[in-house]
């Protein structure tokens, strides 16, 4: 049976179902255990001579690049170690086009990388997806090693196979603190999925505002049913006596860092440093991680810690090696024809954003399109824009609509209130036109979505419609992700088109960075 992860890309977490994350842990327990008594591990090993991983780390880093490059050694595959200091990069040539590149040399691939840059990894995964079938070679995998401060799921796969280790593999709930640099933090920011695994999860986020948590990483908590708390500081959380007995630190990273928040260094890692004195206030079966590495001056863990029972860091970072050859057996189709548990939701369809609005009757253009209104013999009215909303932004929305739309025409335009006088309502009229095409009709339900569209022939209403908001908006050139770390912002010239996916709470979540953002935000017009 071929394996159900073969050609499979990890981005993020979420890339990975919650059953197929404990299959993960599963058989990583399996690798480390065999590993560790000298017994046969064939049973994880890929033997393929055509089969590629490429390192692309355009970051620094030595422990996930290591532990990568001893799991892919782990496999017979070859293993290439591609240097951006040497490289096209160098002479800005593009994601797609290098990789392209590297590809074309072998007939199954898997990039293992680190950008500076969020999203990439989905982006080429798409990128490549057609010139794979073009080139009759098979799909390539991509795995993130940490992408700018957005995610790093192959840290997190070995941060919760290392907790579940911990609570001698009972996942029903977790309390843990997860303290540090979380803004930055893009270890912290994964846990927002990966503590999933876990049926009841209590989280403590401890950090001054300057180093707080995204707050929509604190909403997807929320939404995901955590139990969260907020403290400033590990002295103020170790005032109150619910305290965890899972300690999470991640390092002060300065270099992501603005001149303003680098001036109040040394207050900032004093609320997120621990103390000798805050030791017998914590559980005595309490342990410490940290995805490493530490600072060498002013650790977040001091070093009074190393040799105590509460180093739980050392066997954390040894586990690395073993999760990371699990996930290049599974992308690589050796591991995963056994797994029976639940894969990864298919995509509902969205119903039609468009809805058409039957007419009880065979209308004739309503008065007020004709009071302060050009007169619409045959055209299109564009009504209920905005309804509900103050009159500021009714007129934005109208402004907008004519700007998005280039609407140079002979045309009209007002605020007024509604039949029942109740509300006000943007309305445009347009005499001169006579249709929109698909693409300025869902634009014009991104800009003002419930507004009404009505079709006018010889002074009545042909055909009406009510646009919904989109369940996706992208492919627009007034609308942007804006991430400036984002693949697909517009100064990192990488040529990936804007897309957004609405969210529950009806927000828009960039599809390669996940950053968050308010209707108002996405547009740059």
């Known amino acids: 049976m071929k394996s159900v992860f073969a050609g499979r890309t990890i981005a993020v977490v979420n890339d990975l179902s919650r059953d197929e994350q404990l299959y993960l842990y599963r058989k990583t327990a399996q690798l480390k255990k065999k590993y560790l008594s000298n017994e046969d591990v064939s049973e994880f090993r890929i033997s393929d001579p055509d089969m590629s991983a490429y390192l692309i780390f355009m970051e620094n880093s030595t422990r996930t690049k290591e532990s990568f490059r001893n799991a892919v050694q782990f496999h017979d595959i070859k293993l290439n170690v591609f240097d951006p200091g040497t490289s096209s990069c160098t002479k800005q040539e593009s994601f797609s086009d290098t990789i392209k590149m590297l590809f074309g040399y072998s007939k199954r691939s898997l990039f293992i990388m680190r950008t500076g840059e969020e999203g990439v990894c989905h982006f080429l995964e798409e990128e490549l997806g057609e010139y794979a079938h073009k080139m009759s070679y098979d799909k ?7 992408d700018g401060k957005h995610e790093h799921p192959t840290q997190e796969f070995l941060d919760e196979f290392t907790f579940l280790e911990k609570k001698d593999w009972d996942n029903d709930e977790i309390h843990i603190v997860l303290t540090g640099d979380l803004y930055h933090g893009r270890t912290a920011h994964s846990k927002v999925d990966g503590l999933k695994i876990f049926k009841k999860v209590r989280v403590d986020l401890v950090a001054p505002p300057e180093l707080a948590m995204p707050d929509y990483y604190e909403r997807r908590m929320i939404d995901n049913g955590f139990d969260l708390r907020i403290f400033e500081t590990i002295e103020d959380y170790l005032n109150q006596d619910d305290v965890a007995d899972i300690w999470y630190f991640t390092r002060l990273q300065l270099e992501r860092m603005g001149d303003k928040v680098k001036e109040k260094e040394p207050q900032l890692r004093t609320a997120v440093t621990f103390r000798k004195e805050f030791l017998d206030k914590i559980p005595a079966n309490s342990k410490f991680y940290h995805p490493l590495p530490r600072h060498k001056v002013y650790p977040v863990i001091p070093d009074f810690l190393d040799h105590t029972s509460y180093n739980g860091w050392d066997e954390q970072s040894v586990n690395g090696f073993f999760t990371r050859t699990i996930e290049i057996a599974m992308v690589g189709g050796k ?3 056994d797994f029976d548990g639940l894969g990864l ?17 065979k209308s004739h253009v309503e008065d007020h399109y004709k009071v302060g209104i050009k007169p619409v013999n045959s055209g299109i009215v564009i009504d209920h824009i ?3 909303e103050d009159l500021e932004t009714i007129w934005n929305q109208i402004d907008k609509i004519r700007r998005i739309l280039k609407l140079n025409c002979r045309s009209s ?22 249709e929109l095409s698909d693409t300025e009709i869902k634009k014009l339900a991104a800009i003002a ?3 009404t569209l009505n079709i006018i022939k010889d002074e009545s209403v042909l055909e009406k419609f009510r646009l919904h908001m989109p369940p996706q908006i992208y492919n627009f ?7 400036e770390n984002c693949i697909s912002h517009p100064e990192k010239h990488q040529h990936v088109n804007t897309y957004f996916l609405r969210s529950k709470d009806s927000r828009f979540v960039c599809k390669y960075c996940e ?6 935000d996405i547009w740059d017009i």
């Open 386 to 388: 905005g309804s509900g």
């Open 477 to 483: 050139e007034e609308i942007s992700c804006k991430n």
């Open 345 to 361: 939701e298919s995509h509902k369809k969205e119903k039609n954003f468009i809805e058409k609005v039957p007419l009880t009757r």
């Open 335 to 337: 591991v995963g024809s």
């Open 413 to 434: 335009h007002g605020v007024f209130h509604s039949n029942d006088r109740t509300v006000y309502k943007g309305i445009i009229s347009l005499p001169d036109i006579l």
């Open 140 to 146: 390539a995998a991509f795995l993130n090693g940490g």
């Open 515 to 520: 950053k968050s953002h308010s209707f108002e």
């Open 449 to 451: 979505p419930e507004c």
